[in-house]
C-alpha cells in the first residue's frame, strides 16, 4: 500500500515566514486571488505590496500564499507576485476541489480564502487577513450555489479576519450556514455584520470583542478545547471610505441582473459581479476594497502579534511547571 505524503512534501515556506514560525514570531497568511481575480493590473500588483508593507509595519511577517509551478507557496518574492499580477484571470483561480490538478500539473494558482487556509494551516500559520470571505450566493436555494470557503472555515483552524462577508451575497444565510457549523463570527468594534463595502447591515455578529487581545484569547481557547475549525473576524471598513449602502445596492441588484442575463455562475460568480459593481460605482468600490483590505492587514497583524505573545505564555509555563523540584 502506498503511505500518504503529508502536504508539506508539496509545500515551500519562504526563509522569513519560516525564521518567524521557527522562533515564534507572529505571521500574516494573505491569499492570492485578490491579486489575480481581485482587481485589475497594475493596482492588484501596487496593493498585494501595500498590504505586505502594512503587515510588516504593524509588527508581524506577512505570508502571501499561492501555488507557483505546483508548489504550494507561503511567502511570495516580488517577481513571483508580480507574474500572478500580470498574469490576472489568465490564472487559475484555485479552491480546495482544484488543489490536486493544479499541483500534480505543475501549474500556477491564486488561492482563494478556502485554499489560503488549507496552505496556511499546514504552514502553522494560525492568522489570515483577507477582503471578505465567501458564502451563500443569491438564489441559493435554486441554484445550491455555496462558496467553499464555509465549509473550510467549519474544518480549519485559521482566523480569517474580513470586512464581513461580500455585500454580493445573501448574508442572512451565510451566517446561517456558519452557525450551524459551529464557526463563530466575531465584529471587532461591532455589534453587525459589516457587508464588505458598508460599515452594517441588519444582520448581528455571535459576539462583539473592542481588541486584538481579546480576540486572540478566544481563538487560543477555542482550540485549547479541542474545537478544530476557524474563526471569522468582522471588521468593517473604516468610515471614510464606506461606500452608502442604497449606491452599493443598486449597483450589485443591475449587476446580478446582468450576470444571471449572461449565465455567468459558479466559481466565475465573484470575479464578475465585482468587477461590474466596480465599473458601476466609477471605481469607487475599487477603492473601497483596497483600504479595507488594508485595514484587515493591520488588526489581523496585531491579533498575530497577540496570538504568539499568548503561545509564547503557555510554552513557558509548560516548561516550568515540567522542571523537577530543586
Given at each position: 500500500?502506498?503511505?500518504?505524503l503529508?502536504?508539506?512534501?508539496?509545500l515551500?515556506?519562504?526563509?522569513?515566514?519560516?525564521?518567524?514560525?521557527?522562533?515564534?514570531r507572529?505571521?500574516v497568511?494573505?491569499?492570492?486571488?485578490?491579486?489575480?481575480?481581485?482587481?485589475?493590473?497594475?493596482?492588484?500588483v501596487?496593493?498585494?505590496?501595500?498590504?505586505?508593507a502594512?503587515?510588516?509595519?504593524?509588527?508581524?511577517?506577512?505570508?502571501?500564499?499561492?501555488?507557483?509551478?505546483?508548489?504550494?507557496k507561503?511567502?511570495l518574492?516580488?517577481?513571483?507576485?508580480?507574474?500572478?499580477?500580470?498574469?490576472?484571470?489568465?490564472?487559475?483561480?484555485?479552491s480546495?476541489r482544484?488543489?490536486?490538478?493544479i499541483?500534480?500539473?505543475?501549474?500556477?494558482?491564486?488561492?482563494?480564502?478556502?485554499?489560503?487556509?488549507?496552505?496556511?494551516?499546514?504552514?502553522?500559520?494560525?492568522?489570515?487577513?483577507?477582503?471578505?470571505?465567501?458564502?451563500?450566493?443569491?438564489?441559493?436555494?435554486?441554484?445550491?450555489?455555496?462558496?467553499?470557503?464555509?465549509?473550510?472555515?467549519?474544518?480549519?483552524?485559521?482566523?480569517?479576519?474580513?470586512?464581513g462577508?461580500?455585500a454580493?451575497?445573501?448574508?442572512?444565510l451565510?451566517?446561517?450556514?456558519?452557525?450551524?457549523?459551529?464557526?463563530?463570527?466575531?465584529?471587532?468594534?461591532?455589534?453587525?455584520?459589516?457587508?464588505?463595502y458598508?460599515?452594517?447591515?441588519e444582520?448581528?455578529?455571535?459576539?462583539?470583542?473592542?481588541?486584538?487581545?481579546?480576540?486572540?484569547?478566544?481563538?487560543?481557547?477555542?482550540?485549547?478545547?479541542?474545537?478544530?475549525?476557524?474563526l471569522?473576524v468582522?471588521?468593517?471598513?473604516?468610515?471614510?471610505?464606506?461606500?452608502?449602502?442604497e449606491?452599493?445596492?443598486?449597483?450589485?441588484?443591475?449587476?446580478?441582473r446582468?450576470?444571471?442575463?449572461q449565465g455567468?455562475?459558479?466559481?466565475?460568480?465573484?470575479?464578475?459581479?465585482?468587477?461590474?459593481?466596480s465599473?458601476?460605482?466609477?471605481g469607487?468600490?475599487?477603492a473601497?476594497?483596497?483600504?479595507?483590505?488594508?485595514?484587515?492587514?493591520?488588526?489581523?497583524?496585531?491579533?498575530?502579534?497577540?496570538?504568539?505573545?499568548?503561545?509564547?505564555?503557555?510554552?513557558?509555563?509548560t516548561?516550568?511547571?515540567?522542571?523537577p523540584?530543586?
Amino acid at each position: 500500500m502506498t503511505p500518504h505524503l503529508h502536504a508539506n512534501s508539496h509545500l515551500d515556506v519562504h526563509p522569513d515566514v519560516a525564521r518567524a514560525l521557527g522562533t515564534g514570531r507572529p505571521v500574516v497568511a494573505l491569499e492570492s486571488t485578490i491579486i489575480s481575480h481581485g482587481m485589475p493590473y497594475p493596482q492588484n500588483v501596487a496593493t498585494a505590496r501595500r498590504v505586505e508593507a502594512e503587515v510588516r509595519a504593524s509588527g508581524a511577517v506577512p505570508a502571501t500564499i499561492a501555488v507557483i509551478d505546483g508548489r504550494l507557496k507561503a511567502g511570495l518574492t516580488d517577481a513571483q507576485i508580480e507574474t500572478l499580477g500580470q498574469g490576472g484571470r489568465d490564472i487559475a483561480k484555485v479552491s480546495r476541489r482544484d488543489l490536486p490538478f493544479i499541483v500534480a500539473a505543475g501549474r500556477s494558482g491564486a488561492t482563494t480564502v478556502a485554499a489560503t487556509m488549507i496552505v496556511a494551516a499546514h504552514a502553522g500559520i494560525a492568522v489570515f487577513a483577507t477582503g471578505g470571505i465567501g458564502g451563500v450566493h443569491r438564489g441559493a436555494a435554486q441554484s445550491f450555489d455555496v462558496s467553499a470557503d464555509l465549509q473550510e472555515l467549519a474544518r480549519t483552524s485559521v482566523a480569517v479576519v474580513c470586512a464581513g462577508a461580500k455585500a454580493i451575497l445573501d448574508l442572512r444565510l451565510t451566517l446561517e450556514y456558519l452557525e450551524t457549523h459551529g464557526v463563530p463570527v466575531i465584529g471587532h468594534g461591532t455589534d453587525v455584520l459589516p457587508a464588505f463595502y458598508t460599515r452594517d447591515s441588519e444582520f448581528k455578529v455571535d459576539q462583539r470583542l473592542d481588541s486584538a487581545a481579546e480576540i486572540a484569547r478566544v481563538m487560543h481557547a477555542k482550540w485549547q478545547l479541542g474545537l478544530a475549525g476557524g474563526l471569522v473576524v468582522a471588521n468593517p471598513i473604516p468610515p471614510a471610505f464606506a461606500m452608502p449602502r442604497e449606491r452599493i445596492d443598486a449597483a450589485i441588484a443591475q449587476a446580478l441582473r446582468e450576470a444571471q442575463a449572461q449565465g455567468v455562475s459558479g466559481k466565475e460568480s465573484t470575479p464578475f459581479l465585482l468587477a461590474r459593481v466596480s465599473e458601476l460605482t466609477g471605481g469607487d468600490s475599487l477603492a473601497a476594497n483596497i483600504e479595507l483590505v488594508l485595514n484587515n492587514a493591520r488588526l489581523a497583524a496585531a491579533i498575530a502579534v497577540e496570538y504568539a505573545h499568548q503561545r509564547a505564555v503557555q510554552i513557558s509555563e509548560t516548561a516550568s511547571l515540567s522542571r523537577p523540584e530543586p
